[in-house]
């Protein structure tokens, strides 16, 4: 798209409403970093404040690091003593993080970037992978670094938009109503991919309807160029995009779907297979993407990438290409037989349910052992939805099952036995560390093993154990 975006400290505080308190305005301003331990020479660092930490405090270390520059808040440093200590071109700003989110929005829009972006309760991150991947050829494609999705990690993502790639896949997290529409003002996407509506953060929300109004978010300040591709499976989802002013595209199994799943296969581990009949015409896909979860999540992309230009043989073999993100659902095959699916990163209710679905409908194992974490941020749903979840897993055809986690791990362990599981085939255990030895010892060759699980109950580690034995 021709040349990168030229930062200057002048540019930079013009962007965001700033006095520069010390340094040339023609001076370029580096890479754009909020963490001195990671800062390089000539970086600009903006120094955060949150309710438990405040990076002033780190301003005389980011310059003798070699800081090219920082964005300060008024009245928090002396920019002579700075200067003297040989630090670059200082803005003064009335809030950091509000200046980081201008800064990032005047970078997307001098860019002339195309920007993509999904919200949803379950996919976002495999979402986005796919994208990128699918639009693989059709130009240069940039997207989120790493899980940097919310008020600070989406900025510092657009950033890299001053580089004027073609296209910018950005996911947009959030686990509180508002969030998204400061990301949305922040992004201004020309292309908003909304996957689904689950009871992921439950615990912050009165009903599944309010967390679909939470994510609608993603609809506003939309112009009739714009274009929404949603989930034509999800009523909420449904009911909630008729008054989207620009083009609309659906995803889905439903007949109304402009990219439809027919003749859909489960391949169990080896993934899922089906007829995707689109405006491009129809194609036999698969991915290795595993559940019908993700198979919507590659109707999405295909959606987006076809909308793109991608020729719709490209996406049939950009799909069978897709390796599932760290740690969310990648199938590893051990020694002995042994399987692993490692799903830990985070979990919900409804993922946890697809999760157990694949486990149900993979016919080759010797053995299926689930470890599940506690689901957290349900709040006071907590104990009826890890209930449910229990039953879901008693259905799933499971020879043992491991329940970790604090109270609510301990009621779905127990609603797995009401449900029909054997008490000696089921354990709850209070926490991964401990859990990690117990499950491990307990696996055969030639098991299937699911290990799911929220974040902070950091079912990584039981994952890393079995990983340690059997590889």
Not at 241 to 253: E, I, K, S, Y
Not at 382 to 411: C, D, I, K, T
Not at 414 to 439: H, L, Q, R, Y
């Amino acid at each position: 798209m021709g040349e990168d975006l030229r930062l200057t400290l002048g540019w930079v505080a013009e962007a965001v409403g700033g006095q520069i308190l010390s340094g040339d305005p023609s001076s370029v301003v580096g890479e754009v970093v909020s963490d001195t331990r990671a800062l390089r020479e000539g970086e600009f660092f903006v120094a955060l404040k949150g309710p438990r930490y405040d990076a002033h405090h780190f301003i005389a270390d980011a310059f003798e690091r070699g800081a090219g520059g920082a964005l300060v808040e008024r009245g928090r440093i002396d920019a002579r003593q700075t200067t003297a200590r040989g630090g670059g071109g200082i803005v003064e700003v009335g809030e950091t993080t509000a200046a980081l989110q201008a800064l990032a929005h005047a970078v997307r829009m001098a860019s002339g970037t195309r920007v993509v972006a999904i919200t949803g309760s379950a996919g976002k991150t495999t979402t986005k992978e796919a994208i990128a991947e699918l639009l693989r050829g059709r130009g240069r494609v940039v997207k989120n670094k790493g899980n940097l999705n919310n008020h600070i990690g989406l900025p510092l993502s657009l950033l890299q938009l001053r580089t004027r790639p073609d296209v910018a896949v950005m996911e947009l997290g959030m686990n509180h109503a508002g969030e998204i529409s400061t990301l949305v003002a922040i992004a201004e996407p020309d292309i908003r991919v909304w996957t689904n509506v689950g009871d992921a953060h439950m615990g912050f929300f009165d009903s599944p309807d309010d967390i679909a109004d939470a994510k609608a978010e993603i609809l506003e300040d939309a112009g009739a160029d714009d274009v929404l591709v949603c989930n034509a499976d999800d009523a909420r989802v449904m009911a909630r995009v008729g008054a989207f002013p620009g083009r609309t595209l659906t995803f889905g199994t439903s007949a109304a779907s402009t990219v439809r799943a027919c003749d859909v296969t489960r391949l169990g581990i080896d993934g899922m297979s089906a007829r995707m009949v689109t405006p491009a015409g129809e194609r036999q896909i698969r991915t290795p993407l595993i559940g019908g979860g993700n198979l919507a999540n590659v109707l999405a992309a295909a959606a987006v990438a076809l909308d793109l230009g991608t020729p719709i043989d490209d996406v049939v073999s950009a799909a069978s290409r897709l390796e599932a993100a760290d740690r969310r659902g990648v199938v590893r095959h051990l020694r002995g037989g042994t399987v692993l699916i490692d799903d830990s990163y985070n979990s919900s209710p409804a993922a946890l349910a697809a999760a157990l679905d694949v486990v149900a409908n993979e016919t080759r194992a010797s053995r299926k052992v689930a470890v599940l974490g506690e689901m957290l941020e349900l709040g006071e749903h907590a104990e009826a939805l890890h209930r449910r979840s229990g039953a879901v897993a008693a259905a799933a055809g499971l020879q043992l099952l491991f329940s970790v986690g604090g109270g609510p791990a301990r009621v779905l362990a127990d609603a797995a036995v009401d449900a029909g599981m054997p008490a000696s085939a089921v354990t709850w255990i209070n926490g991964s560390e401990s859990a990690a030895p117990t499950v491990a010892s307990a696996i055969r060759p030639g098991d299937l093993v699911l290990v799911k699980g929220s974040r902070g109950i950091r079912t990584d580690i039981v994952v890393d154990r079995i990983v340690a034995e059997f590889a």
